[in-house]
């Protein structure tokens, strides 16, 4: 199925309340020649179409999420980025699929805030462990559980702001075009790199600085002081 034939397909089902594009094509700049379409069609909740059928559809033109209203405004965790930047191409619910994605892309307070305490304890957790196995004379340990923890960090950094991480693809993407506050995106991704290719310990060390200072800010004291001396090994031997 070519996309343009299937939108104007959809368009003339009256079960179909809103189509939602999300991926690539949503993301300005990063479609290639081989990206396809990834498209959400979203059905009223009482309502009965063929289209239910194609759920799963795969193709290399076109991607297919059939769905229901009710679902849709639920969606899962990892779903929440691609709903959050993805394109309201029909909404027949007077603004309501606009107000899903809006919605995908902002954390609640409280949701924000348990999920930033259990990330920043995950990350702080593969920091300690990272520094230990250098210390320890396991390079590779040290190694492994520097990249685990990026991922961890990620996390964290993008709950404080009260968002979704995006995937990786779009990761240099997002923060371009919507910046974490308080840092600087190219400086941010050149020591997400450095730690990932090299699983250094001073450059974790470093950049556990300015994150400690900022989980502070934002209310998680507790979590870090409940490492205790623990954290000594974690920040950076001399000042930055």
């Known amino acids: 199925m070519e996309f343009a034939s299937f939108v104007a397909a959809a368009t003339a089902d009256p079960a179909v309340v809103g189509l939602v594009l999300k991926g690539s ?23 009965a179409s063929g289209l239910a059928a194609l759920d799963g559809y795969r193709s290399a033109r076109l991607d297919l999420v059939v769905t229901t209203l009710d ?19 029909l909404d027949r619910r007077d ?32 920091l300690y462990r990272s520094v230990k196995n250098h210390r320890d ?8 559980d520097a990249a685990a923890g990026v991922g961890f960090l ?16 779009y990761l240099a993407w997002e923060l371009d075009r919507f910046p974490l506050p308080g840092w600087d995106g190219a400086a941010l991704l050149e020591a ?17 600085a300015r994150v400690e200072a900022a989980a502070r800010a934002a209310g ?21």
Not at 71 to 89: C, H, S, T
Not at 108 to 120: I, K
Not at 220 to 240: I, T
Request: hydrophobic share 45%; charged share 30%; aromatic share 8%.
């Open 25 to 47: 094509r949503a993301h300005d700049g990063m479609a290639t020649r081989h990206s396809d379409h990834d498209l959400y069609v979203v059905l009223a909740d009482d309502a």
């Open 137 to 144: 004379g396991d390079p590779l340990a040290g190694h492994l």
């Open 192 to 208: 997400v790199a450095r730690i990932t290719a090299t699983g250094e310990v001073e450059p974790q060390q470093r950049l556990f």
């Open 71 to 89: 679902r849709f405004r639920r969606p899962a965790d990892w779903e929440r980025y691609a709903i959050a930047r993805a394109r309201v191409l």
């Open 95 to 126: 603004g309501e699929l606009a107000r899903i994605v809006a919605a995908a892309g902002r954390l609640g307070p409280e949701e924000a805030f348990r999920s930033a305490a259990a990330l920043l304890d995950a990350y702080a957790n593969a």
């Open 220 to 240: 998680h004291a507790a979590v870090l002081d409940a490492w205790g001396e623990d954290l000594l090994l974690m920040r950076p031997r001399r000042p930055s």
């Open 154 to 169: 990620l996390d964290l950094l993008f709950a404080l702001d009260r968002r979704p991480r995006p995937y990786n693809k």
